[in-house]
């Protein structure tokens, strides 16, 4: 497990007793009354490390709320509430603009009010928090998931991180395909929509921020199960089908991050309220695998090929502190 | 007025129609139903100006709880959950089990959950958000103020000033005199108990994060009206006694920021019953001046010496993009 997560969990994790649901999913719980919970969720984005240092600000505006509004969707929750801390090197009207255009167009777009927040001058950074509404037990969580639950996730995966490995000189893509591989890791659609929908109809969700084996994997160990997935089921687009021969590109698929699609159990009885609940939202979904009991307590997730035998381990998430 | 207010004020101020107050206080508020609101505030800390590069962590982590629950003291609110973003050159086990014992002591004092928030790599940069709790109407802002009011503010002012002063050595003090400036500076008390209190009292609040003058200032600005501070009647530490004649030591006590005071204002017939919160809240209060109208619609915050007569203008808080 990365060493970032043992970090937060060793030392940030302590009992909460006016809590819900604390540290360790998508999205804080906390009762709010009247059978109404508010679900807050807090991420932070640093130069450098989650977005190239040459970003757009308009793009990074919208991708700094998107992060924020896809634990929203993983959480069943309607947004409601922001706050933002920015800290930038200089105060820079024409940056701060822009920045400010693409944050405050995603917000109106979801009906979220910024409230609040605290600029600085500092190396750049930003911290945006999340304040959304979810109705008592329709809350999705990481530890809901069962054995003999499909496995599912919404759009295509692997885009945003092709792009990565293509600005890294891992993969070499051509101007037009880099383009449209920057377009998902600039202005990732938060998937509110499909969350609402599935509502009562999915029985765990994570949204994929870190690749899908880590956040499937963040499931698997939140509901003590483990996961089989078909790796020919997994839904790529046209842009990744060109390349899925690659390494890189295998990579970006399994392990890549900043897709922000969801990804979600829901009982083999619900496939209909699945398919459902994504045309009702206008979002695509991919039964892509099985939830089953823990072989002897491992939380593993595998990866099988067309003949059903298991790839060898792929590299799992980001680790900040790797 | 500083450029890090004008940012923030012309690019993320906007309409918050689900908002009961927005953009501009200490903290946000919005409603929980059942006559209950949510005051919601966030504050980001920069190594390198908000603190220096070698604190202590475990005082750090006091005061990035501190600076927050300060605001929700300001606010008359409970606080109740917090979240927290922070970035670190690395994965320092040492560094962030001292930054967890002193936030988790604050929190636990205060009965405060962390529920939530992110961990990653980057220049040192600490985002905490914090939620609380207030009756509807009971709440304190910074545009309740009335000329005629009375001004007043909790504990003694300048101390953590004067540290930063000695520290970047405009002003020399003693070593056990450097200590005892560093410890305000370094574990400030949040003034909960007061806030508390002051429900009912008070007619406007805010916390004395930027200087006197500049937060003064903000309740004149936001209320209207203006105000007349007696240099005289400013409540000061043995420790910045001793240094009053100097000019760094001045301009610590009317400019300096860190004090994390409550500056409140109630109307004259209330004096006793101010007196009354105070003492329930084990807190010092001191009445150092009175609110006015605006002449000429100016929103100035004057300071009077011993003969009645104006001082000239102080430097007025600390602009961080300055």
Known sequence: MPAEFDLIRSYFTHAAPRT?????????????????????????????RHFFRDADPESLGHKALAVNLSDMAAMAATPRWATMGIAMPRADARWVAGFSRGFMALARKHGVDLIGGDTTRGPLNICVQIIGEVPARQALRRDGAKAGDDIWVSGTLGDAALAVAARTKR???????????????????????????????????IDVS?????????????????????????????????????????????????????????????????????????????????????????????????????LAPVRRGFDHFG
């Open 171 to 205: 993969i070499r893509l051509k101007p037009a395909e880099l383009k449209q591989a920057q377009q998902r890791l600039d202005r990732p659609q938060p998937r509110i929509a499909l969350g609402l929908a599935l509502r009562g109809v999915a029985r765990s969700a």
């Open 210 to 310: 870190d690749g899908l084996l880590a956040d499937l994997g963040h499931i698997c160990e939140r509901s003590k199960v483990a996961a089989v997935v078909a790796l020919e089921r997994l839904p790529l687009s046209p842009l990744l089908r060109r390349y899925r021969s690659v390494p890189a590109a295998q990579a970006a698929l399994l392990g890549g991050g900043d897709d922000y699609e969801l990804c979600f159990t829901a009982a083999p009885v619900k496939r209909a309220a699945v398919e459902h609940a994504a045309a009702k939202a206008r979002t695509r979904v991919t039964r892509i695998g099985r939830v089953i009991r823990a072989p002897a307590g491992v939380c593993s997730v595998v990866v099988v090929d067309g003949d059903g035998l298991p």
């Open 20 to 48: 819900v649901l604390g540290v360790g999913d998508d999205a804080a719980l906390i009762d709010a009354g009247k059978g109404r919970l508010l679900a807050v969720a807090a991420d932070m984005l640093v130069a450098g």
